[in-house]
């Protein structure tokens, strides 16, 4: 395989942006990331997008946005693994390069989730459980979540006041991110006492709905050793996918997440590298129970050591090791597709030096862990420095 | 010449249901309203309530205070979005009610929740315009939330009257402006039974755009600022979005207190902005000047600059005070007697 490096990060608004269209916003991070490498055209373009059809009514991304940008004719595809499309999209753009298919390829995600009300989103993300053996019975993702979440407390003793100050962390993190959703800082009173969505979740435990486009550009090592102009050069060194059933019920532990942990281990043997090596880590907060099962899935520390990691400092900014520093999903936002793009965003300004007041010191290997559903669909990316 | 308000009156239901009653029915955390959105209480109207009745009550009281013949009242003008009849017109009951027939000009108007305050902006202009030598504008409202929706926790009713003239004015209308685009954040289709609304999207780029868009153009037309202010009004379909707006343009809690009616009496819509301006005429001293702005979804605002006259002190007296109308005299009613009088349970035919 050949080497792939980022070579250009860009990312669009996010929030609830009303004057802006699913493509409007993705052809700001598009834009963007051209403007970043210095490029104006690519080789070819991927897309992830969890569902465009049930949020604007619109499908055929691929197409559509190659043309948005001003270069129809490229190959474009988008690709769907619900809140995971981000990295799926960023994996398929990293074998074409890599396999020698195409030299520099644009990996976006985009998700346009405001102009639906919310009851129509949580039925339209909810279309990531399983159809027939989870959401025909009336669970939607908080309810998920939340299971996993009394689960963990039972066997962990996990505390309640844990999982907020996962919010707390994330909020306080993302209060330094400009291009951050929610920027305010909270305390944990004030997440116990917002309001309950499913018990033990609170609405302050949740991820916001959120409108955005992140994208990056990716190439082989010598072009973008060429294109860095000085900026130290961010290569992806390992990245790996892994599936599981759906159904949360379907698998054998609620406390863990077996994606996670085959992507982590993918992607590390490909990097040659282990959890001892990483530097900092954006990962899959949708919930605050997410963050500290994934620590634990991730190998990032033991089982039932999650809850600790908040609480003793060890994952704020300034600790051993930062997670989520971008905010996380949590309060930077997660428009779902985009989500896993944006996590290379952040890491790749980490490792450039660039992250200005979240800065984590001496930053040199990043990981990023992207998930859909419960977990079903899990990518681990690991990216680093290049000497 | 000056224009202004001759007259003024409210009318505010007697009947109150607490929100976490409501909550308590649908399961739902009254906390987050409370607490979230600063509303507690809202009124109900009785069966025998309608914008009509409402609209006619205050009027009497304007009249009243305005003590003019209303034979002098060139034009009546009701706002409202629940208008009795989809066909046949509340102004000429209410006109007919006053007295002030057949020399009369009538309309009933439409804009959401500031229809009220588009009569008022009518009036005032044919008064001004030499047409009539008095109007009367009428802003009222029974207000409709479906069960379970959000609205629910703050569609109430109530309702206020102002007349215009030239001479003997309680205040007088130093500027109006209107800022409008088509925005559709909150609708109800002929045939439905309750309106749709478009969840937050009413907030950043409805409410706020049009009601800060208002009050910086008035201010900009009639060279205020917040400080010249004694007291402001905002329309208040919440506790929570007027002080809001309120303090995003620079007013003090101070300044908005008095005009402040929601948390305990709803958004009564179209009598909303209008309802806070009696509260406040009813304090306020010769010489204060008063910023209003409601909002209709839609969407749009209109601004007034109002400044009191000495003649305020003359009649202040003679109607009930709406501070009196919302803090006493007050019959709390459970959902279910609320569901009745809202007409929200199907009866057998």
Known sequence: MREVAIVGLGMSRWGEIWDASLRSLWTEAALAALADAGLDTVDSITVGCMTPGLFVGQEHLGALLADELGIPGVPATRVESACASGGVALRAAFAEVASGMADVVLASGVEKMTDVSGDECTAALATAADAELEVFHGASFPGLYAMMARAHMERYGTTREQLAMVAVKNHKHGSMNPRAQYRQEITVKDVLRSAKVADPLNVLDCSPITDGAAAVILAELSIARKLAKGRPVVKITGIGHATDAIALHSRPDMTSIPATTKAAQRAFAMAGRGPQDVHLVELHDCFTIAEIVVLESLGLCAPGEGGKQAESGRTALGGALPVNVSGGLKSKGHPVGATGIAQMVELATQLRGQAEKRQVAKARVGLAQNMGGTGASTVVTVVEVAS | ?349
């Open chain 2, 1 to 349: 010449m000056s224009v202004g308000i001759v007259g003024y009156g409210s009318y505010v239901p007697r009947r109150r249901i607490k929100l976490p009653d409501i909550a308590r029915v649908w399961g739902a955390d009254a906390e987050s309203y409370e607490r979230g959105l600063e509303l507690h209480e809202k009124s109900v109207p009785a069966r025998d309530e309608d914008t009509i009745t409402m609209a006619v009550t205050a009027a009497r009281r304007a009249l009243k205070r305005a003590g003019i013949d209303p034979l002098t009242i060139g034009a009546v003008y009701v706002g409202s979005e629940s208008h009795p009849y989809a066909v046949k017109p509340s102004g000429t009951v209410l006109a007919e009610a006053l007295g002030a027939t057949p020399a009369v000009h009538c309309a009933d108007l439409e804009f959401a929740c500031k229809a009220g305050s588009e009569g008022m902006f009518i009036a005032a202009s044919l008064v001004k315009a030499g047409e009539v030598q008095h109007a009367l504008a009428v802003g009222a409202d029974t207000s409709q939330g479906a069960p379970g929706d959000a609205l629910e926790y703050s569609a109430a009713a109530g309702a206020a009257a102002f007349i215009f003239g030239t001479d003997k004015l309680v205040a007088t209308l130093d500027a109006q402006c209107s800022f409008m685009t088509d925005t559709p954040d909150f609708w109800r289709r002929e045939y439905m039974h309750y309106p749709r609304h478009a969840g937050r999207f009413t907030g950043e780029p409805a409410y706020f755009k049009h009601t800060l868009g208002a009050a910086k153009m008035l201010m900009e037309k009639s060279g205020t600022k917040p400080a010249d202010f004694a007291f402001a009004v905002f329309h208040q379909p919440n506790g929570k979005f007027p002080m809001r707006a309120g303090k995003m343009l620079g007013f003090t809690n101070e300044q908005m207190q008095q005009g402040w009616l929601s948390p305990w009496l709803g958004n009564t819509y179209s009598g909303a902005s209008p309802i806070g301006l009696t509260a406040i005429l009813d304090i306020a001293k010769p010489g204060d000047r008063i910023l209003m702005v409601s909002y209709g979804s839609g969407s749009g605002s209109d601004g007034f600059v109002w400044t009191v006259t000495p003649r305020i002190d003359e009649v202040r007296a003679l109607a009930p005070h709406t501070r009196v109308l919302l803090d006493t005299n007050k019959i709390y009613v459970d959902y279910g007697t609320y569901a009745k009088l809202r007409g929200k349970i199907r009866m057998g035919e």
